[in-house]
């Protein structure tokens, strides 16, 4: 368990104060005293005979949040807690997106352009020459973002409907920091078949499609076929842009390290769709030794019990030294330990057992596998999902200047050596001087992060084959 406040259990707690001296000095050491990490102090009225202010304090949890309300209702009889504020649900009412016209209609001239009859002439343009449908549309500047909601961040199949924040939540990084339009199409169906057609129905209006938060194995058929039959980039962000900007993380450990990657020996814990992408795309990079576990324990060849193809195709592809066993037994003299699977998963015994100094990347979201605050004493370098700890390996870091760069090119697709250039691009924003065990990778709200990589990617597509332009 996450020990540390976050900004995401952030509360504004509205407060009426006796107005004596000293009496916001009990509250300040009340809600320390709870383990709270107190923000802004806000004076919103003075009355008679008390104070009312508003109060921001980071909590580790909405347990936390309780606990630090019912510290301060016992400060003293003259204080009182009016309201609570959830920040974080405050920030998503009303939804987080909108979407506005970029051309102003305030007279029939500019209605007859923008809309009948001007618009005909439009069409019948891009009739005759489909391509200009990138000129004179959205295409070429809109992505799909397309989920059925069964693979919710790290709670697993929550439904269309609560997927939408989160599908909110990537258009609005898509549009901040690579200006693309992206759209939340939540599917309310799991029919392998029905997505796919859907998608397909779906894409004259989108310069790429982005799958999110499918769940494995289904989620791998989905892509395979989107990519083979639509001539616009089909990424599965789960799978490719988790791998991506973990190699671009280990690329980074090997220049501060000295170490080539095929030096490391690899234990990633999970089996689902980012840890396959993850280790697929470490071997094409030069990995040698990656055991795969899943909830059964080492994946090997001639494994029998909780195998199916795709766990079968790791088996030939991965753990060389063909190891058997449970995820804390594989574990031992491995000097990488990649999660991308379930909170909690491991403990500090479990990184004892590694080669002395291990690399720790615990990226299940929202909480890791294993407290960055347990595993400080014994990894040499710790990184996980999260924007409030050093080292964030995150997905926002890869795909905005990736899906950037397709479409300034108007790619038709997608490869490793446009995945490769992207985690390169985004690593050596990073000079040898500014490596260090808390800085092996760019933060997210790097200007240059974008840039970089939408131009790296665009030169590897015109390279390999895949741009139009």
């Known amino acids: 368990?996450?020990?540390?406040?976050?900004?995401?259990?952030?509360?504004?707690?509205?407060?009426s104060i006796d107005n004596k001296v000293g009496m916001f000095a009990k509250v300040a050491t009340a809600i320390s005293q709870a383990g709270g990490d107190l923000g802004t102090v806000d004076l919103v009225a003075t009355e008679k005979n008390h104070l009312v202010r508003d109060v921001t304090v980071n909590t580790r949890d909405e347990q936390h949040e309780q606990e630090i309300i019912k510290a301060i209702e016992t400060v003293d009889t003259g204080v009182k807690v009016i309201s609570v504020l959830d920040r974080t649900f405050s920030c998503h009412q009303g939804g987080k997106i909108e979407v506005r016209s970029k051309t102003p209609i305030s007279d029939a001239t500019d209605f007859s352009r923008v809309y009948t009859p001007g618009v005909g002439r439009i069409c019948k343009d891009i009739y005759r020459n489909p391509d200009h449908a990138y000129n004179y549309t959205i295409k070429g500047n809109a992505v799909a973002i397309v989920t059925d909601g069964t693979a919710v961040l790290g709670f697993g199949d929550l439904g269309p409907k609560a997927a939408?924040?989160?599908?909110?939540?990537?258009?609005?990084?898509?549009?901040?920091?690579?200006?693309?339009d992206a759209f939340p199409l939540c599917l309310d169906t799991k029919d392998t078949e029905e997505i796919i057609k859907t998608v397909k129905y779906l894409s004259p209006v989108f310069g790429a499609i982005n799958l999110e938060d499918i769940s494995a194995p289904r989620c791998f058929e989905i892509e395979r076929r989107l990519m083979e039959e639509l001539d616009i980039p089909v990424i599965h962000d789960d799978q490719h842009g988790t791998a991506t900007i973990v190699l671009a993380g280990m690329i980074n450990v090997g220049r501060l390290l000295r170490k080539d990657i095929g030096d490391f020996r690899f234990v990633v814990a999970g089996?689902?769709?980012?840890?396959?992408?993850?280790?697929?795309?470490?071997?094409?990079?030069?990995?040698?030794?990656?055991?795969?576990?899943?909830?059964?324990?080492?994946?090997?060849?001639?494994?029998?019990?909780?195998?199916?193809?795709?766990k079968e195709t790791m088996a030939r592809i991965t753990n060389p030294r063909k190891l058997k066993g449970t995820l804390p037994e594989v574990m031992t003299d491995a000097n990488v330990f990649i999660g991308l699977s379930s909170p909690n998963l491991i403990t500090?015994?479990?990184?004892?057992?590694?080669?002395?100094?291990?690399?720790?990347?615990?990226?299940?979201?929202?909480?890791?596998?294993?407290?960055?605050?347990?595993?400080?004493?014994?990894?040499?370098?710790?990184?996980?999902?999260?924007?409030?700890?050093?080292?964030?390996?995150?997905?926002?870091?890869?795909?905005?200047?990736?899906?950037?760069?397709?479409?300034?090119?108007?790619?038709?697709?997608?490869?490793?050596?446009?995945?490769?250039?992207?985690?390169?691009?985004?690593a050596y924003l990073l000079n040898d001087d500014e490596l260090s065990e808390d800085n092996i990778i760019p933060s997210a709200f790097d200007k240059r992060v974008v840039a970089a990589v939408a131009e790296a990617v665009a030169a590897a597509a015109r390279k390999s084959?895949?741009?139009?332009k």
Not at 164 to 180: D, S
Not at 284 to 298: E, L, M, N, S
Not at 465 to 468: F, K, P, S, T, Y
Request: proline share 7%; hydrophobic share 45%.
């Open 164 to 180: 939408l924040p989160v599908m909110e939540g990537k258009a609005m990084i898509f549009k901040e920091f690579a200006g693309i």
């Open 271 to 310: 089996a689902g769709a980012s840890a396959m992408a993850t280790t697929k795309l470490l071997i094409a990079y030069g990995a040698k030794d990656i055991v795969v576990c899943d909830r059964t324990g080492a994946i090997y060849e001639g494994r029998k019990s909780g195998m199916n193809p795709y």
């Open 465 to 468: 084959g895949v741009a139009r």
């Open 1 to 15: 368990m996450l020990r540390t406040p976050s900004p995401c259990y952030s509360v504004t707690l509205r407060l």
């Open 348 to 426: 500090a015994a479990d990184l004892q057992r590694m080669a002395p100094g291990p690399i720790v990347f615990a990226l299940a979201n929202p909480d890791p596998e294993i407290a960055p605050e347990e595993a400080r004493s014994i990894a040499r370098i710790m990184a996980t999902g999260r924007s409030d700890y050093p080292n964030q390996v995150n997905n926002a870091l890869s795909y905005p200047g990736i899906f950037r760069g397709l479409l300034d090119v108007r790619a038709r697709g997608v490869n490793d050596e446009i995945r490769f250039a992207a985690a390169r691009a985004i």
